[in-house]
């Protein structure tokens, strides 16, 4: 049985316009799931749900088989990181992570023990004694997410705590997050619109359009093998053209040309996706032959270590990259082939 279970959870803010649509979301005990997709796609309005900050208008929100949908956010003992540290200025490090144990009246020993250890996992000993303004931007969030594990919560909830580092601390900081969470088992939703932070960390992840998930799978699968066309585009994929299924299962685009793919059928408007990376470019014009295609470089983009090529095809404007071993010319004319096993139908 899930741990965590969003059941048909609908959100409305004017009791017309859903922000959340039928949601459904089954977390198990001790994973890390993402919540992934653009700004205004409904994330951070699920996470508000999580935590109880919104009441939805339909559904049920339970958590290891308990009703939690309308008990109070502050009796749902889950821990909360957010995109702004919120660290108590006049309070050392130690006494900032100790706020949550003190609010619950705990003994001082037990206090005191349980802060000595969680600065200990955060690798914050050092710096118990310091105030906020003393620390760095990284170690700010680990005080934050300190101070969210030290109270041992149901549920870790993060809120894009990543955003206000530099690239260099966000990549640090995940590696700790991951590292922490995995030590300690605990079950947590993280969101962001960061697609590398995301699947970097996440065990599996929901990919969010207009209210509803469009995908809730391992970032593996997700990366290779895209179900809907808004997935695909948000992921990276940047080519796209129309296809027919034929009665031997293979597809027929607007041309003409045949293509096989070993990937799985997408199910409603057949649309073929491919990676500018995976497509391979040859001078040769052998056009008739399956998931081959000719066409004219249009436009040439140096990118380091290869080229884009812009490529104007009867199916369309493609883009394939290739390394700067061979190096072709704006006008040129080539054959773009695409492999069956990369070639994916939403």
């Excluded at 962001?192 to 990919?207: G, K, L, N, P, W």
């Excluded at 990118?303 to 883009?319: A, D, H, N, R």
Aim: charge should be neutral; hydrophobic fraction near 40%; charged fraction near 25%.
């Amino acid at each position: 049985m899930p741990y965590v279970e969003l059941n048909d959870i609908r959100v409305s803010y004017d009791n017309k316009t859903n922000i959340l649509k039928d949601l459904n979301l089954s977390i198990e005990r001790g994973e890390l799931v993402s919540l992934l997709g653009p700004s205004g796609c409904g994330k951070t309005t699920t996470l508000r749900v999580i935590a109880g900050l919104i009441e939805p208008n339909d559904g049920e929100f339970l958590v290891d088989n308990q009703n939690l949908t309308k008990v109070p956010v502050h009796k749902r003992e889950f821990g909360m990181v957010f995109q702004s540290y919120a660290l108590f200025p006049h309070l050392t490090i130690k006494e900032n992570v100790a706020f949550g144990l003190k609010l619950r009246k705990e003994k001082k020993a037990a206090i005191n023990k349980r802060v000595e250890d969680i600065l200990s996992i955060t690798g914050l000993e050092e710096l118990g004694d310091r105030y906020p303004k003393q620390l760095s931007g990284g170690q700010r969030q680990r005080v934050a997410l300190a101070r969210a594990l030290v109270i041992e919560p149901k549920l870790l909830l993060l809120d894009e705590p990543l955003s206000n580092l530099d690239a260099k601390l966000r990549l640090a900081m995940r590696i700790e997050i991951k590292r922490i969470q995995s030590q300690l088992g605990i079950t947590s939703v993280f969101v962001t619109h960061d697609q590398e932070e995301c699947f970097s960390i996440s065990d599996r992840v929901a990919v969010m359009n207009k209210g509803v998930i469009e995908q809730f799978d391992t970032p593996e699968e997700i990366y290779k093998n895209p179900k809907t066309e808004f997935v695909a585009r948000f992921i990276g994929f940047e080519n796209f053209f129309e296809l027919a299924l034929t009665e031997d299962w293979k597809y027929r685009a607007v041309d003409g040309t045949i293509f096989e793919s070993t990937g799985k059928i997408g199910q409603g408007k057949r649309t073929g996706t491919i990676r500018p990376d995976d497509i391979e470019i040859t001078a040769s014009n052998e056009s008739d032959t399956n998931n081959r295609v000719s066409g004219k470089i249009k436009v040439r983009t140096f990118l380091g270590k290869s080229y884009q090529y812009e490529v104007e095809t009867p199916i369309g404007t493609l883009l394939a990259n290739k390394a700067d071993d061979v190096i072709y010319q704006v006008g040129d004319m080539v054959t773009l082939v695409i492999p069956a096993h990369k070639l994916i139908i939403v």
